[in-house]
């Protein structure tokens, strides 16, 4: 069943496809897309934009593909993960450059043909620009690459724009001192960050407009619940509202109450809290069974010589016992198991020490017997 018909919605509000129409402009949203059409627009070099997982980069970009003037052309690489010859190779299928036939692919050969493909759209007053997406995932010599991809220029302008998309790692990259030179060259930066919780209400209330709603199908406590469990993540509040809306319309309710976005979160997101607890619990359980082993070994070793003062006492399986006792404490979960489990005595070490006690006492009292 969908929710759509329920809420009388003209389609599904909450995609996580990167749709240009549903992007909401926060002030940082703002910023980020002036940052790229800034790199568009400008003499040249390199434009940096990063974001967490999520943030809503791949819909900025995407928005910013629509907003293009004319006289633009651009390659769009999604998928950097390329050695050098296979990405110069996707920057020649994106701008349509056809290579001479009968001739081995160099790097030469593809550089060369970028090159003159350069000169011929500045000469036509056409700027080129090449976005990358993903590009964390670029290789050090890649990024050397498009470095001296950039060296055409004119007394004014470069006529290659490069504009940089990626998670905070890319600022790793580009921050090692290999790479100082690149570094150097980047015009503009900017982190697009995550919602805040009056921009999480604006984001919601926006994309519910879009999809043909006017109605306020969250309640405010719901939409609080939302942004604390997604951190602010465009992504993750995408998904926890389209499951919340199904359960709504599954309950023949209105509006997403604060129990039905629990219910969604925990859906989209999973239990994890619920594991981080077990984790920590588990790892004291094991390592208290060790030092309960460690110390019945100890005892075991310097009791030695007591022990040999009881001939035909079974102390394997006494032993065994409480190697026994140790697996199950260690095994019990107090986070599940409201009771912990019972101590169980070895029926037959126990009764191995109280026939050496019987034994031990009769011995005494026929010692104190007179002659």
């Not at 633009?72 to 993960?81: E, G, I, M």
């Not at 998904?239 to 309950?251: E, N, V």
Request: hydrophobic letters at 40%; aromatic letters at 6%; proline letters at 5%.
């Amino acid at each position: 069943m969908s929710y759509q018909s329920y809420f009388d919605l003209d389609e599904l509000p909450f995609s996580i496809s990167p749709d240009p129409r549903y992007l909401y402009l926060t002030a940082g949203h703002r910023e980020a897309l002036a940052h790229l059409l800034y790199g568009v627009t400008g003499s040249g070099g390199f434009v940096l934009l990063t974001g967490e997982i999520g943030a809503g980069k791949t819909t900025v970009c995407r928005c910013l593909l629509e907003q293009l003037p004319e006289d633009v052309d651009v390659a769009l690489v999604l998928n950097p993960k390329l050695d050098v010859l296979e990405f110069l190779q996707s920057i020649c299928d994106e701008l349509q450059i056809v290579l001479p036939e009968g001739l081995s692919v160099s790097l030469k050969l593809l550089v060369d043909n970028i090159y003159q493909y350069l000169l011929v759209a500045h000469a036509r007053g056409r700027n080129t620009v090449l976005i990358v997406d993903e590009a964390q995932h670029l290789g050090p010599d890649v990024v050397e690459q498009l470095r001296l991809l950039t060296n055409l220029e004119t007394n004014k302008k470069k006529l290659l724009q490069i504009i940089l998309i990626g998670q905070p790692e890319l600022r790793d990259l580009l921050d090692s001192p290999a790479l100082r030179q690149m570094a150097q060259r980047i015009t503009a930066r900017f982190h697009l960050n995550l919602l805040s919780l009056q921009e999480t209400r604006g984001y919601i209330r926006h994309r519910l407009k879009v999809a043909g709603s006017e109605q306020e199908l969250f309640s405010r406590k719901s939409v609080k619940y939302i942004w604390k469990k997604s951190a602010g993540v465009p992504r993750l509040i995408n998904g926890i509202c389209d499951r919340a809306l199904l359960g709504a319309g599954l309950d023949c309710k209105k509006k997403v109450s604060m129990s039905i976005a629990n219910k969604a979160a925990n859906e989209v997101l999973g239990d994890r809290k619920q594991a981080a607890k077990r984790s920590p619990i588990r790892r004291l359980q094991f390592i208290f069974g060790i030092f309960l082993l460690v110390a019945v070994i100890i005892a075991g070793i310097y009791s030695h010589e007591k022990f040999e003062s009881f001939p035909g006492t079974d102390w394997s399986s006494i032993f065994d016992d409480a190697a026994h006792q140790i697996h199950r404490q260690s095994a019990w979960d107090p986070v599940t198991d409201t009771s912990p489990p019972e101590m169980t005595e070895n029926p037959e070490s126990v009764k191995a020490i109280d026939n050496r006690s019987d034994e031990t006492d009769l011995n005494s009292n026929l010692t104190a017997l007179p002659e």
